[in-house]
Nanobody, 116 residues
């Protein structure tokens, strides 16, 4: 199982970014997928989840209405469109299965920094 996140960067408050996560090593279309983030000194938190068909999404209250999770099952890739970014969105962003545990493997993540 492999997750390779990309698309992060430095953006001003109010800006947008689109994150991508290329996956391999499993049958992508069978699994719900999620984006997580971890800010310095804080625990990793769930940001958004999407069911295998890509029709049912859930979001953390802090990103509801600003972030959109989508997936392309033909490309084994999950995306996170982030709009109206705030400084508190600054974190390393990871993708993984919708359900993770202590032994779950993680990619390297992609750094998102929101600052003027």
């Amino acid at each position: 199982v492999q997750f390779v996140e990309s698309g992060g960067g430095l953006v001003q408050p109010g800006g947008s970014l689109r994150l991508s996560c290329a996956t391999s090593g499993f049958t992508f279309s069978n699994y719900g997928m999620s984006w997580y983030r971890q800010a310095p000194g804080k625990v990793r938190q769930l940001v958004a989840s999407l069911n295998p068909a890509g029709r049912s999404a859930n979001y953390a209250d802090s990103v509801q209405g600003r972030f959109t999770i989508t997936r392309d099952n033909a490309k084994n890739t999950v995306y996170l469109q982030m709009n109206s970014l705030k400084p508190e969105d600054t974190a390393v962003y990871y993708c993984n299965f919708r359900t993770v545990g202590p032994r779950s493997s993680w990619g390297q993540g992609t750094q998102v920094t929101v600052s003027s």
